[in-house]
């Protein structure tokens, strides 16, 4: 940070992003008057993660490894980084799902120091005097959520703050984007949430959300001033309410830089887990017949990029939608219905109206079963056993999340067909041992994507993002499994290495957004070599 050279003492340990505790050297000591305020001995950046390690092993559930990660963070930004990046299989899933759902359910109750910025709705009119407050003015990347829809947790308000910061948190993580270009907001329009407005340690806003159309206006200034204060900022929205997520992504997609991870990154994930189990069946998505329990943001999402994956398979355009079937809360989606909202009714078909899951599966004969419902347990054994009866290898993706909404989980699945499911939900479940055989379920989480679409985007600044950048990363990941692998059945890469995937699939987008003449720097010479030089590193700086 710039005030690196003017600041010394008690407020550089104070900063999160220059302090480096125990690792001041003692030169460093002497010439900014930081002696006496730490303990003699001199560690490197290993020893501390050695302290760290011992003090999360000491915590009794994941949830406090989160609380406590989260002080880490507000404390050493550096070392924060260097655990998360030093074993990402491990703590991707405490800084995320599915603990970080536990830290939105009590986020008012564990709450320990801002970070980011909360706008209410009646700040409207002073949104962009209100951005100028953050203390980074080159802002690249906002994470935006109303808290409207947190994975399939419903409506919690101000406390949806924990996605925001999580989200933007594997952005550095997996994709090594520099954390000071990022800013985590909660934009607090009210909740229908009653127990959280009576709850007395809630910290958000105690009213119902407006209407629509006001919704609409608040979100207008917030994106004119996010674009106005940060100017070339990307934002990024997520776990919006469903309706309002669609809507805002096509009110929005042409007029700036933008994107909708529930809706654009969960149809790369989808549609990339579901390239490679197709690898594994020899077979193309224009075989494939597909039913969804769930039409919101993240099943219309998914089916719109499985309809332009069947249209490169081969098939025309209605083809591909008769081959999609969907099922909502009100049953399944079909041409009597007259509550379908404007995503819905492309993929209306002429069929008995009905709401029993099991007996679509029998008439409709999927191929592919997709859970984005919010409704764990929906696949029931009679539904999994009959998805096994019609096909040698069912696919079945239960996205939902966290791990109580998976629709149903890996055991399940894998008990139910015999060990013949292509598996994969939205959280890591176990290893799976079934008749003397080791499963690894696969993990269809936008996690995979929208960090390496956040570094394509920062290195290649396009004024839009479009869908074939999407698309372009979905192979860009499915790409990355080998034929030995997936003869293993795996279905994702390995998350152990995340980085290294998600720079792989970042520098194919960075590709993608050069040839179609969309990057506004000019076109280095190799393009993977200088992604790396611009990725954040956890290692400390001299001072
Ligand atoms: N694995 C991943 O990367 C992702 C997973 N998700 C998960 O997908 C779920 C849905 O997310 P969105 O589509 O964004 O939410 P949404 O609120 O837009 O959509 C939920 C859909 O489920 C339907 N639904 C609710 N109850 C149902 C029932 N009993 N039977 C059938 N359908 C029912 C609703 O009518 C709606 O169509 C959430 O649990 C979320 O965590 C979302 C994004 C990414
Ligand atoms: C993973 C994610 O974005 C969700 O469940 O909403
Ligand atoms: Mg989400």
Not at 81 to 98: E, Q
Not at 222 to 242: L, M, N, R, S, Y
Request: with cysteine; net charge negative; aromatic share 8%.
């Amino acid at each position: 940070m710039s005030h690196a050279s003017t600041i010394r003492g008690q407020e550089i340990l104070n900063n999160p992003a220059l302090n480096k505790e125990t690792a001041f050297t003692m030169t460093e000591r002497q010439s900014l008057g930081l002696e006496g305020l730490l303990p003699p001995t001199v560690e490197n950046i290993d020893r501390q993660l050695e302290r760290v390690q011992t003090q999360l092993a000491a915590k009794p559930n994941d949830l406090e490894r989160y609380i406590y990660l989260m002080s880490l963070a507000a404390r050493n930004k550096t070392l924060f980084y260097h655990t998360l990046m030093s074993d990402p299989a491990r703590f991707v899933p405490i800084v995320y799902d599915p603990t970080v759902a536990d830290a939105c359910l009590a986020f008012g109750h564990i709450y320990r120091g801002s970070a980011g910025m909360y706008l209410t709705r009646d700040m409207k009119g002073r949104f962009k005097k209100i951005l100028r407050n953050w203390p980074v003015k080159d802002v690249r990347f906002i994470c935006v959520s109303t808290g409207g829809r947190i994975l399939g947790l419903g409506d919690i308000g101000a406390n949806g703050m924990g996605i925001p910061i999580g989200k933007l948190q594997l952005y550095t993580a997996c994709a090594g984007v520099p954390p000071e270009a990022l800013l985590p907001v909660l934009l607090d329009i009210g909740t229908t949430n009653a127990a959280l407005r009576a709850d007395p340690l809630y910290l958000g806003l105690r009213e119902l959300p407006p209407d629509e159309a006001e919704v609409d206006l608040i979100s207008d200034a917030f994106i004119e001033a996010a674009t106005d204060v940060f100017p070339g900022v990307c934002i990024h929205f997520e776990d919006w309410k469903g309706t309002d997520a669609m809507r805002l992504l096509a009110r929005y997609r042409d007029k700036v830089l933008c994107y909708n991870d529930d809706i654009q990154g969960t149809a790369a994930i989808a549609v990339a887990g579901l390239t490679t189990a197709l690898q594994i069946k020899n077979e193309t998505f224009a075989d494939q017949r597909v039913l969804f329990l769930g039409a919101g943001s993240a099943g219309i999402g998914i089916a719109s990029m499985i309809v332009s994956a069947m249209v490169e398979a081969g098939l025309g355009e209605a083809e591909a939608r008769e081959r999609i079937v969907l099922i909502d809360v009100n049953g399944l989606i079909e041409t009597s219905r007259t509550d379908l909202n404007e995503w819905q009714k492309p993929f209306a078909h002429e069929a008995k109206p009905t709401k029993d899951l099991l007996e679509v599966v029998r008439t409709f004969k999927p191929t592919i079963l997709i859970g984005v419902s919010t409704i764990g347990g929906a696949f029931t054994e009679e539904v999994v056993r009959e998805m096994a009866k019609l096909n040698e290898r069912p696919v079945i993706f239960p996205l939902s999340n966290p791990t109580n909404k998976a629709e149903c989980t890996a055991e399940q699945a894998y008990t139910w067909t015999k060990g013949k499911a292509l598996y994969a939900a939205g959280v890591q479940f176990p290893d799976f041992e079934y008749q003397g055989k080791s499963y690894h379920p696969g993990q269809a989480n936008n996690f995979y994507i929208f960090p390496a679409i956040g570094l394509a985007v920062y290195a290649t600044r396009p004024a839009r993002i479009t869908d074939d950048m999407f698309i372009t990363a979905a192979a860009a990941t499915a790409d990355q499994v080998g034929p030995s692998a997936r003869e293993h059945g795996m279905l994702f890469p390995l998350q152990a290495n995340i980085l290294e995937t998600e720079v792989t699939t970042a520098t194919r987008v960075a590709e993608h957004i050069f040839d179609s003449g969309q990057a506004t720097v000019e076109r280095p010479e190799n393009i993977r070599a200088w992604i790396e030089g611009l990725l954040y590193k956890p290692v400390y700086k001299e001072l």
